[in-house]
């Protein structure tokens, strides 16, 4: 298994503004992701955080809002560009050790925008 | 069509009963099937880890995975208010693929 700490766990911005949420697993993993998740929803994957290289992104999402680093392993960020209302969710960190199909996931970053 | 249908519920039960959660899947490549516990404002849990068909079981609950009918259930046997989450199905075609979760199903259980 892996243990994910993810900071911070909320917080209140102002539009136009940016935030950087940050991930650390305490374990080298594979494959590390980013979700968004609206309240009572399910998870929508935003991208895959490749170490050494770009994230891919899915369907909807682009790199300029969404810029992610993956500089080692064990950590990853996301920044969340520009924001507006509509980016009020929950951003959720998960990752999947080597040779695993399971995934784990942090306790989430709560945004809201105003 | 979605990939993966889970019944959004809320499904609400008195404490001790037996629970069912099922979801439904469309892609016969899936292969490996989890169940995630969510409490409300936290990340999900992993709860159970099947591959293929067959049961699972861990102390209350027990998974089942259906392929021929592509069908999987989460049992939770005695169940106490502290089961009260949100339960995610999710599944994989192996570990290399993506995971396709369900949307969800919210469990009440009453005392």
């Known amino acids: 298994s892996a243990v994910i700490s993810q900071k911070p766990s909320r917080d209140i911005c102002q539009r136009g503004t940016s935030l950087t949420i940050q991930c650390q697993v305490d374990?080298?993993?594979?494959?590390m992701f980013w979700y968004r998740q609206q309240p009572g929803q399910s998870l929508t994957l935003i991208a895959t955080?490749?170490?050494?290289?770009?994230?891919?992104?899915e369907s909807g999402f682009v790199i300029d809002k969404f810029p992610i680093s993956r500089p080692n392993l064990t950590f990853s960020t996301l920044t969340v560009s520009n924001m507006s209302p509509e980016d009020s969710s929950i951003y959720l960190c998960?990752?999947?050790?080597?040779?695993?199909?399971?995934?784990?996931f942090g306790q989430g970053t709560r945004l809201t925008v105003v | 069509q979605k990939e993966v249908e889970q019944d959004p519920g809320p499904l609400s039960v008195p404490e001790g009963a037996i629970v069912s959660l099922n979801c439904t899947y469309s892609?016969?490549?899936?292969?490996?099937f989890m169940w995630y516990r969510q409490y409300s404002r936290k990340g999900p849990e992993l709860l159970m880890y099947?591959?293929?068909?067959g049961n699972k079981e861990d102390g209350r609950f027990t998974a089942q995975v259906d392929k021929s009918s592509k069908y999987i259930s989460l049992f939770i046997r005695d169940s106490q208010p502290s089961d009260s989450a949100t339960y995610l199905c999710?599944?994989?075609?192996?570990?290399?693929?993506?995971?396709?979760f369900g949307g969800g199903t919210r469990l009440m259980v009453k005392p």
């Open positions: 998960s990752a999947r050790v080597p040779q695993n199909t399971e995934a784990f």
């Open positions: 374990s080298q993993v594979t494959m």
């Open positions: 955080a490749n170490q050494g290289s770009e994230a891919t992104y």
């Open positions: 892609n016969s490549a899936f292969q490996y």
């Open positions: 099947t591959y293929s068909s």
């Open positions: 999710a599944m994989s075609g192996g570990a290399g693929n993506m995971l396709t």
